[in-house]
């Protein structure tokens, strides 16, 4: 049976992915934490979903082996992953936003890649904040260090960071981990590409799930200023684009990012043009 593994599944944008696919696909849930999973599961189950869940650390390179390798036991195929799970600014400090935001995103990627098969697809979460940095800040020569040596990657990405004032330490270390989930996406579509699969990343917004609303007073808000859609998205319509993109149908969608912001950069780009 067709298999959809969906980390951070347990709520906001990741369990209305899994309503969606969860119509012709037996779903995974991963998350932290049972409580959340079991909740999680039986409100699929309600819907009629097949939706077994399991704990994942996506910072730990063996946890999310077995979470895949459990999600294709019993002649399973893990056709999609939808890799949401990730932390705002204000859910912790900059070392582990990057570990988990970034360093979570390869190891889902090196756990997936050697299961991968024609049609399969893997769909990032990144964020506009991915967008927010000039160039010249992003420490882009240091990205490949995040297969090659996690622990020299996370220290500069954290040292760039912190070029900021402590209030902002936080803020610039989750738009680099985003920028970098944008990068690796695009570096990753030949890998999965020579197996016949597919990779894209999605860039939210400002949304109203737990994690955006965490974040409502610290900048979200302030985006809707310049947003050609005047409000904050539903997991609903984020959910749509996640599961689109995990689907059969855009067979040709690879190695790109998608921008799911209500014209926000958009605007961004207006305003800027509009001061010069």
């Not at 849930?29 to 909740?39: E, K, P, T, V």
Request: some cysteine; aromatic content about 6%; overall charge positive.
């Amino acid at each position: 049976m067709n298999t959809a593994v969906i980390t951070g599944g347990a709520g906001g944008m990741g369990l209305a992915a899994a309503k969606l696919l969860g119509r012709d696909h037996r779903i995974v849930i991963a998350d932290l934490g049972q409580d959340r999973i079991d909740d999680a599961v039986k409100e699929l189950t309600g819907l009629g979903i097949t939706a077994p869940g399991v704990v994942c650390d996506v910072t730990n390179e063996q946890s999310v082996h077995d979470l895949l390798l459990a999600a294709a036991s019993e002649g399973n195929r893990v056709r999609a992953v939808i890799h949401t799970a990730g932390v705002s600014p204000h859910m912790g400090k900059p070392d582990l936003i990057v570990r988990i935001n970034a360093l979570g995103t390869v190891n889902v990627a090196k756990a997936f890649l050697p299961l991968a098969q024609d049609g399969d697809a893997l769909v990032n979460v990144a964020s506009i904040a991915g967008y927010a940095l000039p160039g010249i800040l992003i420490p882009s020569r240091a990205f490949p260090l995040a297969e090659s040596d996690p622990a020299k990657f996370v220290r500069a990405l954290v040292r760039r960071a912190g070029i900021v004032g402590r209030k902002r330490h936080a803020g610039f270390a989750y738009a680099l981990s985003k920028a970098f989930v944008i990068w690796y996406t695009e570096r990753l579509a030949a890998r999965f590409g020579a197996r016949g699969a597919r990779v894209v990343s999605v860039s939210p917004g400002s949304f109203d799930t737990a994690m955006g609303r965490l974040e409502a007073d610290h900048g979200a808000s302030d985006l809707l200023k310049v947003a050609a859609l005047k409000r904050f998205g539903t997991p609903e319509e984020i959910a749509a684009v996640l599961a689109f993109c995990a689907g059969e149908a855009p067979g040709y969608l690879t190695g790109t990012d998608i921008l799911v912001d209500g014209g926000t950069r958009a605007g961004q780009r207006r305003g800027r043009k509009s001061s010069t």
